[in-house]
């Protein structure tokens, strides 16, 4: 997987409200993981709509 991957991975763990899943033995895929798990915590999901 690229590192653009992780991230998406990261961000929609988070959108999902499932636990960090982080790579063990990649520690730059790890990173890339848990930034864009940190930044789907903040951003919202592109699925859900605003009423």
């Known amino acids: 997987m690229t590192d653009e991957d992780w991230l998406n991975l990261g961000k929609s763990d988070a959108w ?10 990649d520690f730059l ?17 592109p699925i859900h709509h605003r009423r």
């Open 16 to 25: 999902a409200g499932k636990p960090k899943s982080l790579p063990e033995n």
């Open 29 to 45: 895929a790890a990173s890339m993981y848990d930034l864009g798990y940190s930044q789907g915590v903040i951003e919202r999901s």
